[in-house]
T-cell receptor, first 112, second 117 residues
Framework: GENVEQHPSTLSVQEGDSAVIKCTYSDSASNYFPWYKQELGKGPQLIIDIRSNVGEKKDQRIAVTLNKTAKHFSLHITETQPEDSAVYFCAASIWRGYKLSFGAGTTVTVRA | DTEVTQTPKHLVMGMTNKKSLKCEQHMGHRAMYWYKQKAKKPPELMFV???????INESVPSRFSPECPNSSLLNLHLHALQPEDSALYLCASSQPGGGGPVAGELFFGEGSRLTVL
């Protein structure tokens, strides 16, 4: 089955700096890569996703890049703010499949 | 605010109790999911319903019994649980396609935090 590795496990950044989280996947059939943000005491929330037919997608301060050849994808958060502090999970699946394979998560702390 | 509503938010039960977790969504999604999440871990898939029929059971013990009364509701019945079943139980929904469930674009609820004594 699919195996998703996520790094780093924790990330501390100064407010205003950028944060980058990297994930690798094993199954070349995976073609859908969402990112979820989970704040303390809440459920995961989809923040951005990318499909394998594009290499980059951006939504305001958040961007995701995908390298299908190398089987890795990354989340970039620019101009970080305290409200960006949360646990971030990457995931991979086959579009219209039933199962998301999650990474282990990255705890991001934005220092004021 | 999430459009997937879960109740109760917190539940404490003994090992001999019978309780239920409830989930409701009004986005017209026809695929609904139960996930279990332990502290500092990613969600783990338990069950998938597609068009109100159980599509996937990820080898979950029978002390967890899912039910999908209609396209908007999903229940998880709990009986004879163990302390190691204490976790955050997340409901999610998505729009299926081609007659099957779609894992992409999952919408999660806030979860029900279960403690088994």
């Amino acid at each position: 089955g699919e195996n998703v590795e996520q790094h780093p496990s924790t990330l501390s950044v100064q407010e205003g700096d950028s944060a980058v989280i990297k994930c690798t996947y094993s199954d070349s059939a995976s073609n859908y890569f969402p990112w979820y943000k989970q704040e303390l005491g809440k459920g995961p929330q989809l923040i951005i996703d990318i499909r394998s037919n594009v290499g980059e997608k951006k939504d305001q301060r958040i961007a995701v890049t995908l390298n299908k050849t190398a089987k890795h994808f990354s989340l970039h958060i620019t101009e970080t703010q305290p409200e960006d502090s949360a646990v971030y999970f990457c995931a991979a699946s086959i579009w219209r499949g039933y199962k998301l394979s999650f990474g282990a998560g990255t705890t991001v702390t934005v220092r004021a | 605010d999430t459009e997937v509503t879960q109740t109760p938010k917190h539940l404490v039960m003994g090992m001999t109790n019978k309780k239920s977790l409830k989930c409701e969504q009004h986005m017209g999604h026809r695929a609904m999911y139960w996930y279990k999440q332990k502290a500092k871990k990613p969600p783990e898939l338990m069950f998938v319903y597609s068009y109100e029929k159980l599509s996937i059971n990820e080898s979950v013990p029978s002390r967890f019994s899912p039910e999908c009364p209609n396209s908007s509701l999903l229940n998880l019945h709990l009986h004879a649980l163990q302390p190691e079943d204490s976790a955050l139980y997340l409901c999610a929904s998505s729009q299926p396609g081609g007659g099957g469930p779609v894992a992409g674009e999952l919408f999660f609820g806030e979860g029900s935090r279960l403690t088994v004594l």
